[in-house]
C-alpha cells in the first residue's frame, strides 16, 4: 500500500497534517532550497508534539556531497528523535566516499538518500546504499521550477527506480512537485509513499501556508486506490 508523506515547517503544520491522517510527517524548511533543513530545536520540538503518533523523517539541508559534512549534519539531525533522516545527493561531489561514511550510522539510524530525477542520477548508487545499510531511497526534484517528477522522468524510468529500489530491499519514496493528477499515473508503480509539499499549500506555493482542504483532497485521492 502506498502511504502519504506531507512536508511541513512548524509544529502547527506538523498538528495540521496529523490530523488530516498522513503516514510520515516530513520536515524541512522549503524556503532554504529543494531539501532546506529546519533547525535542529524545531525539529527536537515537533518530534516532542507528535508524541510517535505519527513517523516522522527529517531532511538536512542542501549540501555538497562532502563526507564529514554530511554525516556531521545527518548526526546532529538523527540525534533529534525523527524516524528517518533524508540526505540530499547533489551532482558533483563524492556520493561514493559520503555513503562509505554514512555507513558508520546505519547501524543506529535509518537513513533514507533523496535523488534528483532532473539531475540525471545514476541508478547504480542504489545498490552501493544497500550494501551501507541504508534504509530507503527516493526520487524528487531539484528545481521545482521544471515541472513536476512526471514531467522531468520518463515514467519507463520512474518504474525502473521504484523496481530496482524494492529489489535492494529499500523503502522507495516518489515526490517532486506532485499534483494531484499525478497520484493516479505513479499509484501503479507501488511506490512505498508519495511525497507532497506544493499541492498541500495555498495556491499551490511550496513556501505558502498549509491549506486543509487541499491536504484531504490528496489524502482521498490516495485513499481510493
Known amino acids: 500500500m502506498t502511504g502519504m508523506l506531507a512536508s511541513v515547517n512548524s509544529v502547527a503544520e506538523a498538528v495540521l497534517v496529523l490530523n488530516t491522517q498522513a503516514d510520515i510527517i516530513d520536515l524541512k524548511q522549503p524556503a532554504r532550497g529543494a531539501l532546506g533543513a529546519l533547525d535542529?530545536?524545531?525539529?527536537?520540538?515537533?518530534?516532542?508534539t507528535i508524541a510517535g503518533r505519527c513517523l516522522v523523517s527529517a531532511t538536512v539541508g542542501d549540501l555538497p556531497m562532502q563526507p564529514e559534512l554530511v554525516f556531521n549534519a545527518v548526526k546532529a539531525m538523527a540525534n533529534t528523535g525523527v524516524d528517518y533522516v533524508?540526505?540530499?545527493f547533489f551532482p558533483e561531489g563524492d556520493w561514493l566516499a559520503t555513503v562509505e561514511k554514512l555507513a558508520e550510522l546505519t547501524p543506529q539510524y535509518k537513513l533514507i538518500t533523496v535523488l534528483f530525477a532532473d539531475t540525471q542520477p545514476?541508478?547504480?548508487?542504489?545498490?552501493?546504499?544497500?550494501?551501507a545499510g541504508f534504509t530507503g531511497v527516493m526520487l524528487d526534484t531539484m528545481?521545482?521550477?521544471k515541472g513536476s517528477l512526471t514531467q522531468v522522468m520518463t515514467q519507463t524510468d520512474i518504474a525502473q527506480f521504484v523496481e530496482f529500489a524494492k529489489t535492494q530491499s529499500l523503502l522507495c519514496g516518489l515526490a517532486g512537485s506532485l499534483r494531484l493528477d499525478d497520484i493516479a499515473i505513479l499509484m501503479p508503480y507501488q511506490a512505498d509513499y508519495l511525497g507532497f509539499r506544493g499541492a498541500l499549500c495555498e495556491q499551490h506555493q511550496r513556501i505558502g501556508q498549509l491549506n486543509q482542504a487541499?491536504?484531504?483532497?490528496?489524502?482521498?485521492?490516495?485513499?481510493?486506490?
Request: aromatic share 6%; glycine share 6%.
Open 40 to 48: 535542529t530545536d524545531l525539529v527536537r520540538e515537533i518530534v516532542e
Open 86 to 88: 533524508k540526505i540530499g
Open 122 to 131: 545514476d541508478f547504480a548508487i542504489i545498490s552501493a546504499l544497500k550494501q
Open 143 to 145: 528545481d521545482k521550477h
Open 214 to 225: 487541499a491536504i484531504m483532497q490528496i489524502r482521498q485521492a490516495i485513499g481510493r486506490f
